[in-house]
């Protein structure tokens, strides 16, 4: 997910509602190797020792669901995928034998992919080590959240930021609940994705904070769940929201944040339109009966 970033005299980005011009775009950091990562990590597998096939055919499911998201994959998300099958098709093979009759030893399929990844993971440790030093070093003279710490107490540890992949996982997990409720006969209009920004941003504010499967409980059809997912994406990209989780694999949780002043800024911006409706309900005169005199 992009931050699109519009400095001063830049010109604005329109907002498009439309899901088919909806390009939400990965960062360069969120390539398919940290796909694979999280996936391995999902599935608590040796790194060393990658059960091809599973982690295959799950990657292939998240491209699927990437893909239907209408999210701007990069190529390299599709070469991922065809060496994975190259990989699976070269373990379903027997290895050569030579004249003698003996099984040659050749170099493991994975063991190319397995470097790839450690090397990875040492850029992505030293990067985040970088970032840890800075973010400690600009809060050593700044006063802690009191509201966190005057709830939180001195044992308060604080969430991890959640990244797209598993925002993602815990996405194909309403999903695959929602496929055991009955169906819902509903009227084919779709929201629109400024709609149902405007729809969570007033849920966020008669709350702190926000379970992720709870901002699917009020729609029934999977389109409205993409459309709620790719608003959530919007809001993240917005800097409307950050959102977090208590561990690897906790419960997600959507926080609404005092948007920073670098965060972008499009035409007819939701957190501006959320403002100017609730004004003017607020500006608006209290309903009359018209049969009550003067």
Same mark, same amino acid.
Request: charged share 30%; glycine share 2%.
């Given at each position: 997910?992009?931050?699109?970033?519009?400095?001063?005299?830049?010109?604005? %980005?329109?907002?498009?509602?439309?899901?088919?011009?909806?390009?939400?775009?990965?960062?360069?950091?969120?390539?398919?190797?940290?796909?694979?990562?999280?996936?391995?990590?999902?599935?608590?597998?040796?790194?060393?020792?990658?059960?091809?096939?599973?982690?295959?055919?799950?990657?292939?499911?998240?491209?699927?669901?990437?893909?239907?998201?209408?999210?701007?994959?990069?190529?390299?998300?599709?070469?991922?995928?065809?060496?994975?099958?190259?990989?699976?098709?070269?373990?379903?093979?027997?290895?050569?034998?030579?004249?003698?009759?003996?099984?040659?030893?050749?170099?493991?399929?994975?063991?190319?992919?397995?470097?790839?990844?450690?090397?990875?993971?040492?850029?992505?440790?030293?990067? %985040?080590?970088?970032?840890?030093?800075?973010?400690?070093?600009?809060?050593?003279?700044?006063?802690?959240?009191?509201?966190?710490?005057?709830?939180?107490?001195?044992?308060?540890?604080?969430?991890?930021?959640?990244?797209?992949?598993?925002?993602?996982?815990?996405?194909?997990?309403?999903? %695959?609940?929602?496929?055991?409720?009955?169906?819902?006969?509903?009227?084919?209009?779709?929201?629109?994705?400024?709609?149902?920004?405007?729809?969570?941003?007033?849920?966020?504010?008669?709350?702190?904070?926000?379970?992720?499967?709870?901002?699917?409980?009020?729609?029934?059809?999977?389109?409205?769940?993409?459309?709620?997912?790719?608003?959530?994406?919007?809001?993240?990209?917005?800097?409307?929201?950050?959102?977090?989780?208590?561990?690897?694999?906790?419960?997600?949780?959507?926080?609404?944040?005092?948007?920073?002043?670098?965060?972008?800024?499009?035409?007819?911006?939701?957190?501006?339109?959320?403002?100017?409706?609730?004004?003017?309900?607020?500006?608006?005169?209290?309903?009359?009966?018209?049969?009550?005199?003067?």
């Amino acid at each position: 997910m992009s931050d699109e970033q519009t400095g001063t005299g830049a010109p604005e %980005e329109a907002f498009e509602s439309q899901l088919d011009a909806i390009k939400i775009r990965l960062q360069s950091f969120e390539g398919p190797l940290d796909l694979l990562v999280h996936l391995i990590r999902k599935n608590k597998v040796d790194v060393y020792d990658i059960p091809i096939a599973l982690i295959t055919k799950q990657y292939l499911e998240y491209l699927d669901l990437m893909q239907e998201l209408n999210l701007d994959i990069a190529s390299e998300f599709l070469v991922m995928s065809a060496t994975l099958i190259h990989i699976k098709s070269r373990m379903l093979l027997p290895r050569p034998e030579t004249a003698a009759g003996d099984v040659t030893e050749e170099e493991d399929p994975r063991d190319a992919l397995v470097r790839r990844l450690l090397e990875h993971e040492r850029f992505k440790a030293a990067a %985040e080590l970088l970032h840890e030093r800075e973010t400690l070093r600009s809060a050593q003279w700044t006063r802690p959240d009191a509201p966190v710490e005057a709830i939180a107490g001195d044992e308060y540890e604080p969430e991890l930021e959640v990244d797209l992949f598993s925002l993602l996982a815990a996405f194909k997990t309403v999903l %695959e609940r929602a496929r055991e409720r009955p169906p819902v006969p509903l009227p084919p209009e779709q929201i629109s994705i400024e709609a149902r920004i405007e729809q969570l941003l007033e849920r966020l504010s008669e709350t702190d904070a926000c379970g992720f499967e709870d901002l699917f409980d009020d729609v029934a059809t999977r389109p409205d769940m993409i459309v709620t997912f790719l608003a959530l994406l919007e809001m993240i990209r917005l800097k409307l929201v950050r959102v977090f989780q208590s561990a690897q694999v906790g419960a997600i949780r959507i926080y609404k944040r005092a948007r920073p002043q670098d965060a972008p800024h499009p035409i007819h911006d939701p957190e501006d339109e959320f403002k100017a409706h609730h004004q003017a309900a607020d500006a608006a005169p209290p309903a009359t009966d018209k049969g009550t005199s003067e």
